[in-house]
């Protein structure tokens, strides 16, 4: 079955209506998708509404951030109940630590020279601000010269302004997740910035906790990557799942979906 389980939308950091990104994902040979946004699920029911209208089986999905050693940990849920009541003061909770994020993260960028107008952030629909709306900020009012290098320079874990979203751990996540009654995944492993003895014993002691999946296929990972983490994933009793990161790029949709508990949800 082919599809893409990492999927974003204007309503986190993505750039496109959560229907327009559904649409495209049936252009590009999808049969099952999912929105993760991050820490929101206000695109939803577009989202779904669309899918299903287009032939395409929706999964319920998000993106969690959480916080291992100052290093964002993103743990995606699928299949969860998105009206339980927990769940969703859960998210709310997620959304106003991502406020107060943005707050510091201005205030030490303003203590560096840098500050914005007063509608850098004026979006059409409500999102949470990221550190990736900020470096476009940073960049539409000329203070960078691009997205890659406003990130690096003032946003990244090495960065002098850099805020860790360190709101609760990974563990959390899962619970909150499982709590729902859906799949806890952690998202694109090999991305994490950790050494890769510390990784490895990360997704250990996370799936010794409760993880339920590893994202082993990834966009613009190599085969070898894939086969390490699917390995990994074998060994540990993790299923597999695959996603784009779908951020803009329509080209970027569309990767293998493994057999797992997801597609039969």
């Not at 999912?34 to 939803?44: Q, V």
């Not at 009541?85 to 630590?97: A, S």
């Not at 990161?245 to 508990?261: K, M, S, T, W, Y």
Request: proline share 4%; with cysteine; net charge negative.
């Amino acid at each position: 079955m082919k599809g893409d389980l990492h999927i974003h939308s204007y309503y986190s950091d993505g750039y496109c209506a959560p229907a327009y990104v559904m649409t495209k994902a049936k252009q590009a040979g999808c049969e099952i998708v999912s929105l993760t946004d991050h820490d929101t699920i206000s695109g939803m029911e577009e989202a779904r509404a669309k899918a299903l209208s287009l032939g395409i089986k929706f999964v319920t999905g998000v993106e969690i951030s959480a916080c291992y050693k100052r290093e964002e940990i993103h743990v995606l849920g699928y299949g969860f109940d998105a009206y339980s009541p927990r769940f969703l003061r859960f998210i709310e909770g997620q959304k106003q630590y991502r406020r107060e994020r943005a707050a510091r993260i201005f205030a030490m960028l303003a203590r560096h020279g840098i500050a914005f107008a007063e509608n850098a952030f004026a979006f059409d629909v409500p999102r949470e601000i990221s550190r990736s709306h900020i470096a476009d900020a940073m960049v539409r009012a000329g203070q960078e010269p691009d997205f890659e290098t406003a990130f690096a320079k003032w946003l990244r874990s090495t960065s002098p302004t850099y805020v860790p979203m360190d709101s609760v751990l990974p563990q959390t996540a899962i619970d909150e997740i499982h709590a729902a009654g859906g799949f806890a995944v952690l998202a694109h492993p090999m991305r994490i910035d950790l050494d890769s003895y510390e990784r490895t014993a990360l997704i250990e002691k996370l799936a010794a906790y409760g993880l339920d999946g590893l994202e082993a296929v990834y966009k613009h990972v190599a085969s070898a990557t894939v086969r390490e983490y699917t390995h990994l994933a074998e060994r540990l009793g993790l299923f597999v799942t695959a996603g784009a990161d779908f951020h803009r790029e329509p080209g970027e949709i569309l990767a293998r979906v493994q057999n797992n508990p997801i597609v039969d949800l």
